[in-house]
């Protein structure tokens, strides 16, 4: 704020120095030799003036000077009988005065105008965050239309299900009037759900592209900070415009922002504006008739706020879930993404979408982008598959910061503390196989990291299974405990990931043997069920008890496993420890060998 400040009272200073220089400017064009009445005397009587304007106390009037060129002058009046002077002299001469009139406005109006053209072009380059005067009163949320996207549905991958539902909406734009004679039902409105960046904006447009009808959208968070009313009557516009563009799509974009459930958040208070909005559109959903050709689309990540009105029959009935890619679709989307990219050609697309579990279209769209900077920075032709390894672990862990000291000791716990997670993991059936250990600390959070890449996308996991992960999770802190007879905080996130297993073990999939085949999760809010339920379980207090009990039961036998087969592997965890100091970065087939070596 303060910067800003600084920064536009700068320009008005400039402004006004160039108004200044160029009004002395302008005033110096038409500058006029003033001469004493004397000397005008003299030039009139040696046939020097050429022509006058005479008004009553001031003479103004041309004359021939240095080298015969033309001059303007002015002199005071100060002979009335001028006149019998001047026909002696053969000098035209007419009675008034030139007016000064033109000349004022000009050095004065002209610069005022450069001035604010200047202020304006500046007001325009700061950009909407910066609100000038000019835009004041204008509204923020703008309804684009555009007429021809180029988004197509071979943009969007690694998201069939969604596509094939959508398949039918395309077919309904391109010809709208063949449904209503076959009395199909068409959804007026289908809402996009998913997290973040998983393409459900990308995929509405890819909607609009493939029917090729034009596209109205808006944002939904672009009326929270709107004055009141605006909001209602910009929904209103939107839903006249398009039914006169009809076929088309209306997409509202983070409906979440909008449609917040009435009377949430109330303690803040001001949301009339957003309930004036929500109420506007609801009204305009009920009525139309998708009929005339209109569809409604939107997208949210958190359907479970929405205010159930809005997903009532009739309005947004028809959900579209946009999930997380697995392998085969991140591979898909990898596909999409290097179609820009100068991939060498025997990149392994397979293997990159291995390494990005997890990872959403828009972390893969970075990921090809960075890998594709890092090629540029080392003069590659092309990107290769040493660029995506690297990417990931950007993308992954924040930026490399090989630079950051960390003390000795602090070093040490951590090569020891990830050899741990490394040995357990490895010792035990069912893990993920370690791809990799680092103690290159990366972003503010993670001093080391022992990346594990499951071979497969996992949807099923037995109990041993979800056992042996909680075992190399705590593999690091039994390390430490082992190594240093202390314990440290880096094992924060491992320890809160463990606890988080062990619950669902015990709460959601009937996995303790004490507790038995019981669900005991109905806390958790599921998204679409009726807001007014609350959290708290419908147990006992005797049956927390014992689920407090049999997680930390879990935990504890799960601490003492990793316990026994590091003390039991003592050699490879100094061995892998030490290696990882000197080198700081040990791979898959690196830890492979040590195991082997000692076994
Ligand atoms: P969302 O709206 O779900 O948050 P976006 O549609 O805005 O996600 O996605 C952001 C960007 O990420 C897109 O412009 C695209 O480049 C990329 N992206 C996301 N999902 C996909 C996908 N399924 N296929 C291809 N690219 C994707
Ligand atoms: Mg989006
Ligand atoms: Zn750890």
Redesign the pocket.
């Known amino acids: 704020m303060e910067k800003q400040h600084k920064f536009s009272i700068f320009y008005v200073l400039i402004g006004i120095w160039v108004v200044l220089i160029a009004q002395s400017y302008i005033a110096s064009m038409f500058a006029v030799k003033t001469v004493p009445y004397s000397q005008f005397m003299t030039l009139l009587k040696t046939g020097k003036v050429t022509e006058i304007a005479i008004s009553q106390d001031q003479i103004q009037g041309k004359m021939k000077g240095d080298q015969n060129k033309i001059e303007e002058f002015k002199t005071v009046r100060v002979d009335p009988e001028l006149s019998k002077t001047l026909e002696q002299y053969n000098v035209t001469f007419k009675g008034e005065v030139q007016s000064t009139f033109l000349r004022d406005i000009l050095s004065w109006v002209l610069p005022v105008f450069l001035f604010i053209g200047i202020w304006y072009l500046f007001m325009k380059r700061m950009g909407p965050q910066q609100p000038g005067f000019m835009s004041l009163g204008k509204n923020k949320a703008k309804i684009y239309m555009e007429n021809e996207l180029n988004v197509k549905f071979t ?5 069939d299900e969604a596509k094939q539902e959508l398949v039918e909406v395309i077919d309904f734009l391109k010809t709208p009037g063949k449904f209503g004679e076959l009395g199909g039902k068409i959804p007026k409105g289908i809402l996009l759900v ?1 997290p ?7 995929l509405a447009k890819a909607v609009a592209g493939e029917s090729g009808v034009p596209f109205f959208s808006m944002s939904g968070s672009d009326f929270v900070e709107m004055f009141v009313g605006l909001g209602a009557a910009r929904v209103r516009d939107l839903f006249v415009q398009a039914k006169q563009k009809a076929p088309c799509i209306i997409f509202i974009d983070e409906l979440d922002a909008l449609g917040k459930a009435r009377g949430l958040g109330g303690v803040t208070g001001g949301h009339d504006e957003r309930e004036q909005t929500l109420n506007q559109l609801l009204v305009e959903m009920d009525g139309f008739d998708s009929k005339v050709g209109v569809i409604l689309m939107a ?1 949210t990540n958190r359907p479970e706020i929405l205010d159930p009105a809005l997903l009532r029959p009739g309005r947004f009935d028809r959900h579209i879930l ?1 999930d997380r ?1 697995d392998k085969l679709g991140r591979a898909d ?1 990898l596909k ?2 290097l179609r820009n990219v100068k991939a060498a050609p025997d990149l392994d697309i397979e293997q990159i979408a291995a390494m990005t579990p997890g990872m ?3 972390d893969l ?1 970075n990921l090809v982008n960075e890998a594709a900077l890092l090629a540029v920075r080392r003069d590659k032709a092309e990107v290769g598959i040493a660029e995506f390894q690297e990417a990931v672990e950007r993308v992954i862990a924040g930026l490399e910061k090989k630079n950051r000291l960390i003390n000795p000791h602090e070093r040490e716990v951590v090569a020891h503390h990830e050899m741990g997670h490394a040995i357990v993991a490895m010792s035990l059936p069912g893990t993920d196989p370690v791809h990799k250990i680092s103690i290159i600390p990366r972003g503010i959070a993670a001093l080391g990291y022992t990346m594990q890449v499951p071979t497969d996308d996992r949807f099923l996991m037995s109990k041993s299974e979800l056992l042996n992960k909680i075992a190399s999770l705590l593999g690091g802190r039994a390390a430490e405990e082992i190594v240093f007879n202390d314990i440290s905080t880096g094992a924060h996130n491992d320890l809160s990931r463990a606890t988080d297993i062990a619950k669902s073990m015990v709460k959601e999939y009937g996995m303790s043997s004490s507790l038995g085949q019981v669900y005991l999760a109905h806390d958790k809010r599921s998204p679409y069920m009726d807001l007014g339920m609350q959290a708290g379980g419908d147990y006992s207090e005797a049956t927390s008890q014992a689920i407090d009990h049999e997680i930390q039961q879990i935990i504890s036998s799960q601490y003492t496993v990793a316990l026994d087969i590091l003390k039991g592997r003592k050699d490879v965890l100094d061995k892998g420890a030490k290696l990882l100091l000197d080198k700081e970065k040990i791979d898959h087939d690196e830890i492979e060998a040590l195991m082997e070596q000692s076994s």
């Open positions: 943009d969007v991958a690694g998201v998913g973040p960046g998983t393409g459900k904006t990308l997208a946009v890619p989307i999409v993404h959403v279209g828009a769209a």
